[in-house]
């Protein structure tokens, strides 16, 4: 993997947005206080869940269990349990909860996806904990959306809310600015001859990252002492049902055969 630029200005990264501390060391506490909580509360529930639960691999065969409509993805090979990802999460936690209406993230997603206002689609945790936070593999958010929303997942953005200095000892994540532009690609494809040379960006808690779901991006393992957690929020057009909303409507139709739960995570998650 090449990883030829490091970002750090308040630029437009051809399609992407980095906005440097867009939060207060204050809020990034409280929003910390909020994920630690909400990763507290999904695991009680899983512990106590009766075996056995719901339970399947993620494509590169890490496993992910499903409690209360929670997709809990584990990190593979820790010698404790260890939380990699949550979604969907914001319902979990007040602090989260939030964070929707917060027009420090709502105007810059309208923006990019250029409609007057926007609304939930569904929310992540990334936690990528010290020493044991593993790689995501190149990929688009498009890919797993695609399987609920067909070609409208195009038309969604992801606002990363760093908690956490991020690096790329921690595993920072990288894109490939302009890459949103050439379409769907295959998880695990790295990136081409034609595309921009990829782009760690290295930024404060408290910044935000913003992207289309076409583009492509990666993040390496930490491998650092610091851990590098991350909310997402993926917004839409404002007035679509969010994702759990349209899972409930498939399972009410009886239509979608192939979608059997919103809860799970893609390729790269
Ligand atoms: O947290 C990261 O580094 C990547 C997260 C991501 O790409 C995802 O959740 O789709």
Redesign the pocket.
């Given at each position: 993997m090449h990883r030829s630029g490091v970002h750090h200005d308040d630029l437009a990264l051809d399609g992407a947005v980095v906005l440097h501390a867009a939060f207060t060391p204050t809020e990034v506490t409280r929003l910390r206080m909020g994920v630690e909580a909400a990763v507290e509360r999904i695991t009680r529930c899983a512990r106590s869940e009766p075996e056995p639960v719901a339970t399947s691999q993620s494509s590169q065969g890490h496993r992910l269990q499903t409690v209360h409509g929670t997709s809990i993805h584990w990190e593979p090979d820790t010698s404790r349990p260890t939380v990699r990802?949550l979604?969907p999460v914001t319902h979990l936690d007040a602090r989260l909860t939030q964070l929707w209406d917060e027009p420090r993230l709502t105007r810059p997603a309208a923006d990019l996806l250029g409609v007057p206002e926007v609304g939930p689609l569904t929310s992540?945790i990334?936690f990528?904990r010290a020493g044991v936070?593993s790689e995501?593999i190149w990929?688009q958010?498009y890919t797993?959306l695609q399987r609920f929303l067909g070609t409208a997942a195009r038309e969604a953005v992801?606002a990363?809310v760093l908690l956490d200095d991020a690096d790329a000892d921690n595993?920072?994540?990288t894109l490939v600015p302009g890459s949103h532009l050439a379409g769907p690609r295959p998880d695990g494809e790295p990136p081409n001859a034609a595309d921009a040379p990829p782009v760690t960006i290295e930024a404060a808690a408290g910044s935000v990252l913003l992207f289309p779901t076409l583009m492509l991006?990666?993040?390496g393992p930490n491998r650092s002492e610091r851990d590098?957690r991350?909310l997402?929020l993926l917004y839409q057009p404002a007035g679509r049902p969010n994702l759990d909303e349209t899972h409930s409507r498939v399972a009410e139709t009886g239509g979608g055969d192939q979608v059997t739960s919103t809860a799970g995570?893609?390729s790269?998650?």
């Open positions: 990802n979604r992540k990334s990528k936070g995501f990929h958010d797993f992801t990363m595993g920072a994540l991006h990666s993040s590098r991350a997402l995570f893609g790269g998650e």
